[in-house]
Structure formats: C-alpha cells, structure tokens
C-alpha cells in the first residue's frame, strides 16, 4: 500500500498563511486530492490531481506538487477553516493520509 | 442537486454482519463507480472497495475476505455486507460517487453523511 504521511497539527492566526504537506512513500504522479473535514460531517473535496480547484471551492486554496511530495496550502486563513484535512492518492488502491488538524489562534 | 445517504444498524455484535444501505439522488448509478470508506478511530480513513458503474466490483485485500458491495440501480440503492465484525470494525462508514475529472483522475467528488456503526456485545 501507499503510505501517506501528514503533521499531526498545526496552530494560525486568521488572515496568515498555512501550508499543510503530505508524503508519500512512493510516486503517485499527481493522483493526490485533498479534502476538508469538519468534526461530525463528511470529508469535502477541495483540491483534485495535486493543483486542481474544486468547482465551489474558495480560491483561498491551492494546491501543488507531484511524485511523492505534495502541499496544502490556504492564504489567508479564516475562522471557518478550523477542520481536519486529509490527503488521498488514486495513482494505486486508495490510500488516505492521517490528517492534519488545523486549529486557529 | 447530487445527494447520498447511509443507513445503517447503528449497533452490530461481535462476529454477525453489517449491513449498510447507500441511497442516492442526483445523478445514475449506472454512470458512476461508488466507493465505501471508513473511518475508524485505529486506523483513520481506509478505502474498503468499489462498485462499477458496470457493477463489476473491487475490494480492498484487507477486507477481500469478508466484504460485499452490490446495488439495485432501479433503487438507486447500493450496499455493503460485511460479515465476522470485530470491535475494531466500529466507525462511521460512507458512501463516495467518484467522478473522472480532466480525462484522467479519479476522485470521490460526493460523499454521505456516513452510517455510524459501534460493534459491542
């Protein structure tokens, strides 16, 4: 399997810059999705193919990279953006990172 | 507007099966693969297998043994069985539709609010 690898947590102030990483432990291409979730709802997809924005999705967020290292990044943070985001790669069987929860200051 | 809903037990014993039904709206399910994932407080989010929109079906290995996703497309219906549950298998469980964006990626674009299921005696 592909071992995706997150920070466990990370702490900004809103209106900052966050980037959230995710490795994997061999080359998915750009096979990697990002999703946002919130405590008691179901992950939302945000970011597709390493760098695509999702229709809906706040231009806030970005995503970049390919092969085995891959970021998150919202600039500037809000409120609202207080969840739990995961990385997925669709290169082999689906794998899901451990999340990093992002709390703000 | 695309919609997905789970219904499920809620409580299931140790060793019997779990039987959860995926209900959607919105779009076909002979146009789309829908995938189950769950999310167990061990071991997180972990893909457990797909359903075609062909209705031919993949299993994650870890699972192979002991799952079975299958629909009713004239429901809008699809399921998951999986038998000799174990407390480890408590969680919430959910239903994806994964899209095929830009000709290339495939991605669960639409997901339910997920079955919660706790396996106790």
Redesign the interface.
């Given at each position: 399997d592909t071992v995706l690898t997150q920070s466990p947590a990370l702490a900004v102030s809103p209106g900052e810059r966050v980037t959230i990483s995710c490795r994997a432990s061999e080359s998915v291409s750009?096979?990697m999705?990002w999703?946002q979730q919130k405590p008691g709802?179901?992950?939302?997809?945000l970011i597709?193919?390493a760098s695509?924005l999702?229709s809906g999705v706040p231009a806030r967020f970005s995503g970049s990279g390919s092969g085995t290292d891959f970021t998150l990044t919202i600039d500037p943070v809000e409120a609202d953006d207080t969840a739990t985001y995961?990385c997925?790669q669709?290169w082999n069987?689906?794998?899901?990172g451990?999340?990093t929860k992002l709390e703000l200051k | 507007q695309v919609q997905l809903k789970e219904t499920g037990p809620g409580l299931v014993q140790p060793t019997q099966t779990l039987s959860i039904t995926c209900t959607v709206s919105g779009f076909s399910l002979t146009s789309y693969y829908m995938?189950w994932?769950r999310q167990t407080p061990g071991k997180?989010?972990?893909?457990m297998g797909f359903i075609r929109s062909g209705g031919s079906t993949e299993y994650?290995s870890e699972f192979k043994s002991r799952l079975s996703i299958s629909r009713d497309t004239s429901k809008n219906q699809v399921f998951l069985k999986m038998n000799s549950l174990k407390t480890e298998d408590t969680g919430v469980y959910?239903c994806a539709r994964e899209g095929y964006?830009?000709g290339?990626?495939?991605?669960?674009?639409?997901?339910?609010?997920?079955a919660s299921v706790t396996v106790s005696s």
């Open positions: 750009t096979g999705h999703y709802q179901q992950p939302k997809l597709y193919g695509n999702e995961f997925q669709s069987d689906p794998t899901f451990g999340g | 995938q994932v997180g989010l972990e893909w994650n959910y964006y830009d290339y990626y495939y991605v669960m674009d639409a997901w339910g609010q997920g």
